[in-house]
DNA sequence: GATGAATGAGTGTTCATTCAT
DNA sequence: TATGAATGAACACTCATTCAT
């Protein structure tokens, strides 16, 4: 009983695994499921047993690795004591671009999904959703909470938030991947001193 | 003779146009040539006189589209005199903020494109460069330039221009389609009030 | 040992009656065994432990449906005296038409399962043959007997006999089910003229 | 052009002959488009260019194989003066019974058919009516307006159509093809006996 | 005996691309 | 040049059947 969900766990993992592998490699539309149930040493008809379709398989994806990346920058934000709230959001910040510097695996995998929201329309909300929900949400919570504590008198907490997100988001991916305007690790500076500035009253 | 070379540009054009609303209103990977070229009232064969695949025609269309917007853009910023160069270079981002807010489709379009440039790997280097190239290219040389002229004292001019254009980016697409976090008109002030930030020595 | 035996019929009953239910709901070849089974409450494997596939357990209930109902209408012609042969047989005829206008899911069962031996060519001898062989053929052993005793003196008691059935069959199909001609208490007098035309002399 | 369009004609027969073919031999469900495709050495891609499914070809095949069937049989009976209107009418059914003896293949796809409406419940009113509409319609029109000025008073000239047409249909079917109770040419005397007696007032 | 996870052959359908006209 | 009929590889998905537990 217990070995026969133990090997049902085994199966819906290799096809997480090797699905991830391949939206990365591939591109989402280029992949099959014959591709995945291929590479993952499955029949295809297994597939139907763990997930609807192939947009059932990348959802459960994108969820997982962007709610564990997010709760382990903030767990792991807790161990120091910072002498103000920049300080702390900095080292997420860190903690983040470091984690996906480190795995640009999973990099390009939650950009390529996030874009898999602007493209195909009625995926649009239901994504933007569960990320807005599960991941970022919880970030958004503790800067909330913590700007408050500081007293950095943010005249909207929710728009810097915002634009702290996608400012992060969007550069790094390009440094990140492509070296491209500069290194990661030549950009960061930069990017601190212009996040301090932003925060700055 | 010359009529004819003028019906070419006409289907050529037929052709591009149906294309933009086909790729905006059901996405890139959802419009078939099929369904181009019977919108456009032509033959399935005449496509391939014209343009070698979907992707071709996607190409010509980004490339077409953005370098007007951004020339449009810096030509309309020579009209007027301004007291320095922060306020010069707010006035472009102005105008290509407004512009695509009242044109939403150019907007979509414009994103969806650099999203098949993150999807797609065979393009990514193609498009991305294109796009580089020919467009914010020609904002950057500007942007530099001007930079210099009013001593702005910029440690590094075009990481400080990447994370702006980035920043406007990824948030005014956003807040222009969704409202989200808040509508363009009530997002600009808190945009504009960090760019200078940014620009601010 | 009985208890068990005892389970294995509630659990082969219990599979007959879910597929008669959805053989008729949603047509024989729109049914799967997996739509059996779910809806009987047990696994895939016990199917087959009781029938071959779908067109074994789809003759085991024509069978009983039919044969059930031919022995019931004759048992029931006994009960009372008659004056003549064809005023029996018209009872007899009679309480089929009625047994059925009552129980549509049956009329339409019954000619379903008729249209799989016309339809699919190694089903054709089969249950043709089993459908004459157990249900007619009482009723028609019983004609014969008593249109003999009663003098009427058919020329070939058969034809008559297949001329009869068929006729009442295939019009009261329609007649039951879409009140096509008209409804089935409306056709019912025209419909025991006419038989009586045909077996008077 | 005209051998473009001849070409297609071409194809369009091939593919209706062919699933005509197999339909009878095969049976409607068990005959793949695959199959049909094969048979009529055309890509799979051909089959889509003529028609919409398989239901599609069958609607098809069943309109123009019936409606020419029985206009042929009007059109034959008007080449004879007839003593009364029963005689031209037993002349029709059995010009059709005859056409039908000789073309088995005829006989088994109009009633495999038929049994796609019974069986189908989306498709029973649709071929249903086709069917009425179409084919039998034109001989009912005839009966009765014949009926009528032959004066057979008739007290429900409908119903009395009904039961002949389906008696002639079923009883014959199995026949012709089964020689079952009797061959066809030794059924039909007391088939056309028993038509009379139903005619006759 | 009973289970249900796993299989993979098979289906209908789409669509980019070719090429004879 | 322009056409659009024809192609056939490719796809997602289903389901009868098996077999280890």
Redesign the interface.
């Known amino acids: 009983m217990s070995k026969i969900k133990e090997k049902q766990r085994e199966k819906e993992q290799k096809l997480l695994d090797t699905a991830f592998d391949l939206f990365i490699?591939?591109?989402?539309?280029?992949t099959t499921i014959q591709d995945i149930v291929k590479d993952a040493g499955v029949a295809k008809g297994t597939f139907y047993l763990y997930f609807r379709d192939k947009y059932d398989i990348m959802n459960v994806l994108t969820l997982r690795k962007t709610v564990t990346l997010f709760e382990e920058a903030i767990k792991s934000s807790h161990k120091i004591n910072y002498k103000n709230f920049t300080e702390q959001f900095l080292f997420i910040i860190d903690y983040i671009i470091n984690a996906l510097s480190e795995d640009k695996k999973l990099l390009k995998f939650i950009?390529?999904n996030l874009?898999v929201g602007?493209?195909?329309?009625h995926f649009q909300t239901e994504l933007k959703d569960n990320f807005q929900t599960n991941a970022s949400k919880l970030l958004f919570e503790m800067f909330k909470k913590r700007a408050d504590e500081d007293e950095l008198n943010l005249?909207?907490p929710?728009?810097?938030f915002?634009?702290i997100i996608?400012?992060v988001?969007?550069?790094c991916y390009?440094s990140i991947l492509?070296n491209s305007?500069?290194p990661i690790e030549e950009?960061k500076p930069?990017?601190y001193q212009?996040i301090e500035?932003?925060l700055?009253p």
Chains 1, 2, 3, 4 share one sequence.
Do not use: A, D
């Open positions: 490699s591939k591109g989402i539309h280029e950009y390529k874009s602007i493209y195909n329309t005249p909207n929710q728009i810097t915002f634009m996608e400012l988001g969007s550069t390009t492509f305007p500069v950009y930069y990017l212009t500035k932003i700055r």
